[in-house]
């Protein structure tokens, strides 16, 4: 089975740096996701991390540590239009995502 | 570039009536996938299809069926629809596996039964 938790809510600053975390404990592991998706449309990707480390893209960087089954997504110099929910997704031993509940951000003047 | 198509974009239906929602791609993917996402219970699925010809089960596949009977096309059947399917489904596919696993989403269906 899998188990992928993160926080339900958060809130920031415009132009403030925040971090959002993702716990996973799955069967297998080959991979994991973050996705952003806005109020009432689809989810986009953002990251995928497979080795322990840093990726940076941007304004976002997201990080993972395998032995730990711990993941982060850093946003920074935040923006208004980055108010969304944020999805953490672990790919275990096949070919399929398993979705965290995602975490709502709000980003406020 | 049409990526994902799903249809329809929204539907009422009455509770014990059937129903398809459609799903094609034009991205030649191997895997496709449906999806529903419930306020407080995130993206859960339902069914998958590594390949054409070949479906397994997800998360939560009682009252759902599909078929994969070519590359491009997905449908999701509900033989005899409950109130609790009331939800958005997404529909997505991907070309393979690790990097290759990113997803891409259909717009999603909102479905409200009642």
């Known amino acids: 089975g899998q188990n992928i938790d993160q926080p339900t809510e958060m809130t920031a600053t415009e132009g403030a740096i925040v971090q959002i975390n993702c716990t996973y404990q799955t069967s297998g592991f080959n991979g994991l996701f973050w996705y952003q998706q806005h109020a009432g449309e689809a989810p986009t990707f953002l990251s995928y991390?497979?080795?322990?480390g840093l990726e940076e893209k941007g304004r976002f960087s997201s990080f993972l540590s395998r032995s730990k089954g711990y993941s982060y997504l850093l946003l920074k110099e935040l923006q208004m239009k980055d108010s969304a929910s944020y999805l953490c997704a672990v790919i275990d031993s096949g070919y399929a995502l398993n979705f965290g509940k995602g975490t709502s951000l709000l980003v406020t003047p | 570039t049409a990526g994902i198509t799903q249809a329809p974009t929204s539907q009422i239906l009455a509770a014990g009536r059937s129903m398809t929602l459609r799903c094609t791609q034009d991205?030649?993917?191997?895997?496709m996938y449906w999806y529903r996402q419930d306020l407080g219970l995130g993206l859960r699925l339902i069914h998958y299809?590594?390949?054409?010809?070949?479906?397994g089960k997800g998360e939560v596949p009682d009252g759902y069926s599909v078929s994969r009977a070519n590359t491009d096309d997905f449908p999701l059947t509900l033989a005899s629809a409950v109130p609790s399917q009331t939800s958005v489904y997404f529909c997505a596919s991907s070309s393979g596996t690790g990097e290759s696993g990113e997803l891409f989403f259909g717009e999603g269906s909102r479905l409200t039964v009642l």
């Open positions: 991205m030649r993917h191997n895997a």
């Open positions: 299809s590594n390949t054409a010809g070949t479906t």
């Open positions: 991390n497979v080795l322990d």
